[in-house]
C-alpha cells in the first residue's frame, strides 16, 4: 500500500472512532505548516466529515495568518467548519508577549511553557488529526504513535495501534476523558512530503519560498541560530520581546528576586544564545537561577 493510501485509511479508521466515541467528525490541527497541508488533503479525499482548526501562538509570521485565513476561507466556502482557537491562561486571553513577563523567564528549550499554553489548547474533548512526524524530531520518534490518548500523566498515555482490535476496545472505555490524537503521516520522511507537495500541487504557506525550513512562532527557541534570521526579516517581533522582556525584569524586581540580567537587551542576547556578553547566564546556569528564585516564579 502507497504512504497515501496508507495515511487514507488511517484517518478513515480514526473517522469512525471519533463519529463512535465522540459523536463529532475528526478535527485537523493545522499549523499552517507543510504536514497540515498534507493531512488536510488526506482527509479531504478520503471522503469522511472533518473539521479544521488552528491555535493561535500570536506569534506567527504575517504570511501564515493571511495563509491559513485564506485556507479557511476556501475551506468554509466548500462546508468545511473551521475554526481559531484563542489561547488562554488563567481565565484570561494570553499572548507569548503577555506570558514572558507572567512566568518571569523567557521561553526556552528546556522550558516550551508558551507551546503548552499557545499551542496545545484547542481540541479537547475530541479526536484530533496531526501532522506529526518521527522524521522530524528525535524526541517525538521515541513518544509518538499513529494513534495517541492525550493527558497530562506521560504513564497514563496509550500508544495504540489500528490494526489491534483488543487495544481499540480500550481505546473506547478511555473515550471520554480527553482527546484522542491520530497522527497519520507518521512515518512519512522529508523528501516524501515534498514529493507529495509538488506532484499534487499543494499550496503551502509563502514561507518556506522565502527560505525557511520551518514554520512556527517567530523567534521560537526551537530555531536555534534561525532566528537571527528571522528577527531580520521580521524585527517588530524583536521588539516585541524586547518589550516582553523588559516588562518581564520589572516583575522580577516587584517581587524581590534576584537576576544578573541589567536590561532586557541583556535577557534578549542570554536567549538568543550569544556569548561573551558581560553578566551573562549560560544555558546551564538556568536550572540554578531558577532553583534560586524558585518561590518567587510561576512555573505552571
Ligand atoms: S515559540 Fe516554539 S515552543 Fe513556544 S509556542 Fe511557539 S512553537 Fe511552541
Known amino acids: 500500500m502507497d504512504l497515501e493510501q496508507k495515511a487514507i485509511e488511517r484517518v478513515r479508521t480514526a473517522s469512525e472512532m471519533s463519529l463512535a466515541l465522540y459523536g463529532s467528525p475528526l478535527v485537523v490541527t493545522d499549523s499552517g505548516g507543510k504536514d497540515s497541508a498534507i493531512c488536510r488533503e488526506i ?7 472533518y473539521e479544521v482548526q488552528h491555535n493561535l501562538t500570536t506569534a506567527d509570521a504575517p504570511q501564515t495568518i493571511y495563509y491559513l485565513r485564506e485556507n479557511f476561507k476556501r475551506l468554509e466556502q466548500s462546508g468545511i467548519p473551521c475554526q481559531i482557537n484563542y489561547p488562554f491562561y488563567k481565565g484570561e486571553r494570553a499572548t507569548m508577549w503577555k506570558l514572558i513577563p507572567i512566568k518571569k523567564f523567557p521561553p526556552t528549550r528546556i522550558q516550551r511553557y508558551c507551546c503548552q499554553i499557545l499551542k496545545e489548547g484547542g481540541g479537547m474533548g475530541r479526536f484530533i488529526i496531526t501532522g506529526v512526524r518521527w522524521d522530524e524530531s528525535v524526541k517525538r520518534k521515541s513518544n509518538r504513535g499513529i494513534f495517541e490518548n492525550f493527558t497530562k500523566d506521560p504513564g497514563k498515555k496509550l500508544i495504540l495501534n489500528n490494526d489491534n482490535d483488543e487495544r481499540r476496545l480500550l481505546f473506547e472505555n478511555c473515550s471520554l476523558k480527553g482527546k484522542r490524537i491520530c497522527n497519520p ?8 512530503v515534498w514529493e507529495y507537495i509538488e506532484s499534487e500541487r499543494l499550496p503551502v504557506n509563502p514561507l518556506y519560498e522565502m527560505g525557511f525550513f520551518r514554520v512556527g512562532c517567530i523567534g521560537c527557541p526551537m530555531a536555534g541560530k534561525i532566528r537571527w534570521k528571522e528577527f531580520s526579516l521580521f524585527p517588530t517581533y524583536k521588539h516585541a520581546y524586547i518589550r516582553a522582556f523588559d516588562r518581564m525584569l520589572d516583575c522580577i524586581h516587584a517581587g524581590g528576586s534576584k537576576t544578573r540580567w541589567k536590561t532586557a537587551e541583556d535577557v534578549f542576547l542570554w536567549w538568543m544564545e550569544v556569548e561573551q556578553v558581560e553578566g551573562q547566564l549560560k544555558l546551564e546556569d538556568f536550572e540554578e537561577w531558577r532553583s534560586e528564585n524558585g518561590k518567587q516564579m510561576e512555573l505552571e
Open 185 to 192: 503521516i507518521v512515518d512519512w520522511k522529508d523528501r516524501d
Open 43 to 49: 482527509v479531504r479525499r478520503a471522503g469522511i466529515p
